[in-house]
Structures are given as C-alpha cells and as structure tokens.
C-alpha cells in the first residue's frame, strides 16, 4: 500500500485537498491496524470486540462530551498556529462568547497588551492559562481529546489551550515537538488578547503528550 504524502505547506493548498489527505491517512491506519488483527487470529479479534464493548458503554459519557464541544459558545475552535497540517489549537474560555463578543475581547487583549509595556498604566493580569497536551499512542492524538478536562478547569477561572500535532506517519516524534514548541510559542504571543496571563502559562500533558513535551525547548520552562 502506498504511502499518502501531505503537503509540507498549506500556503496555496486548496482545503479540499488537505481534507483528503487527511482521510486517506486515517482509512490506511485502519485498514493496517484491522488487518493486523485478523492475521493475529482468534485471541486478537475477541480483544477487539471487548474493546468495543467497553467503549459502548462508557459511550453516553463520550457523546455527552462531544455535543458540549460541538456546541460551546466558550470554544474557540481551530485557531492557526503554523503552517503545517494539524497545527491547529482550541481555546477554552471562562465564560460563553459571541462572534462580536470575541471582537471585543481581542481588542481588549491588544489594549492590555499595549498597557503592559507602560509601567504607569499597567492593569491587573489575565487569567492563569493551561496549555494540555493529549496523548494517543503517537497515531491518535486529538485537541479534542482534552475537552473534559478543560471544561472542568475553565469553570474554575482558568484558560485552557488545547493544541493538536501532526500524528504518525504524518510525521514522527521530532516532527511532534516542534508542532509543539511552535504552539506554545503562539500562546505565550497570543493568549494575553484572550483574557489571559502570558506570566502564568502552565504546561499539562498526558501519556504520548507528556512524552513529547518531555522533549520542548527549556526556554518554556520556568523553575517554580
């Protein structure tokens, strides 16, 4: 089976295009994996069907999680980060936000942004932001992924970004790390213009996101 190529810059790449090679890679990995499992006989193929019945039952608390993230007005989804295929981020907000809403508040970031640089008219800081890295085995990370707990953590006053990363075999685990140094080189610019402390930014990763963000830049890290 070949192998699916995406483009190395989105920069003249129609969407379309992008979203095919997007569903390619998944339908490869999944025909690799299946295939896998069938050839690993019985024992492999009644792990599967567990699985699966593990996952239909805790499938009502999944879908409870994914209409909230469809649906949030506190979401804002799909921010462009850099140029590479899935270096896409979400920011959890603390309160719901409009269209016009989210206008304003990026407005009100730039102001404070400005204030920041003038002692005499420095305002109160932001709110502490908590960048979540999620795992998936190095193939199926997702930003979604982390929507409960940033959901939980945004309804104590705490902002949450949510990064995604290119997966294998879009790229390897090197390839991970700088999807994820430039993402949190974007929050540390950005994330003032959305209500938040670019002073305060706390990393949190799980299992293959830990791994990765084990490996980031040491200018991100501040001894505490």
């Known amino acids: 089976m070949e192998a699916f190529h995406p483009p190395t810059s989105l920069k003249g790449t129609p969407a379309v295009v992008l979203v095919f090679y997007e569903v390619m890679l998944l339908i490869k990995l999944s ?39 469809t649906k949030s007005k506190s979401i804002i989804k799909n921010i462009r980060y850099g140029e590479r295929p899935r270096n896409l981020l979400d920011i959890f907000l603390c309160e719901p936000i409009d269209k016009e809403q989210l206008q304003d508040v990026v407005i009100e970031g730039e102001k404070k942004a400005d204030e920041e ?38 309804r104590c006053g705490i902002i949450v970004v949510t990064p995604d990363y290119r997966n294998f075999p ?53 001894p505490t």
């Open 31 to 69: 025909a690799v994996l299946w295939w896998s499992f069938v050839k690993a006989g019985v024992k492999w193929m009644f792990m599967t069907l567990s699985f699966l019945l593990y996952v239909a039952c805790l499938s009502p608390g999944f879908l409870r999680v994914a209409y909230e993230y």
């Open 117 to 154: 640089k003038d002692p005499v008219s420095r305002q109160p800081a932001g709110k502490p932001v908590a960048v979540f890295v999620s795992g998936g085995a190095w193939i199926l990370g997702y930003k979604g992924w982390g929507a409960l707990f940033a959901k939980t953590l945004s």
């Open 170 to 222: 879009q790229g390897g685990a090197s390839d991970m790390v700088v999807d994820i140094s430039q993402a949190m080189k974007w929050v540390f610019e950005n994330i003032s213009l959305y209500g938040g402390d670019p002073e305060r930014i706390f990393l949190i990763a799980q299992s293959a996101g830990a791994h990765i963000s084990n490996y980031l830049p040491s200018s991100f890290c501040v």
